[in-house]
């Protein structure tokens, strides 16, 4: 049976997310700390595996690929409710902090309201090329 390159670099980059994931949960049960150095490998790992097992392989010849009609879609459609998803994940954040804190946070007001702006200001400039 042939095993497909993204298969194989899906596998290695799951390994590593669990491998992270166990070496955060560790230090969190010893009572130490996650900051940067435990998440940011976390998020690049998660990213890396979720495109590489989305997107095929030209010289393989399976899966979808991101420069076709359809992968041109789902780029788009998923951009769009990612930046949703993005919205409502600072909203709550920023609701939390407000109970926690009992004041909002500057910089999470700022991003929300960056947030919010974004996508209307960028459809609106693109807009204007058409």
Not at 55 to 75: A, H, M, N, V, Y
Request: proline share 2%; with cysteine.
């Amino acid at each position: 049976m042939k095993r497909s390159t993204r298969k194989i670099a899906g596998l290695i980059y799951g390994i590593g997310i669990i491998i992270f994931l166990g070496y955060s949960t560790y230090k969190i049960m010893i009572g130490e700390e996650i900051g940067f150095t435990e998440i940011m490998p976390i998020g690049i790992l998660c990213w890396s595996y979720f495109s590489t097992v989305t997107w095929g392989s030209r010289e393989e010849k399976d899966g979808i690929f991101p420069d076709e009609e359809l992968g041109q879609r789902i780029t788009e459609k998923s951009a769009k409710i990612g930046y949703y998803v993005l919205l409502i994940a600072i909203f709550i954040a920023l609701v939390i902090d407000e109970i926690i804190n009992e004041n909002s946070n500057v910089i999470l007001l700022i991003l929300m309201t960056l947030a919010m702006i974004t996508l209307p200001a960028i459809e609106y400039i693109y807009s204007k090329k058409f």
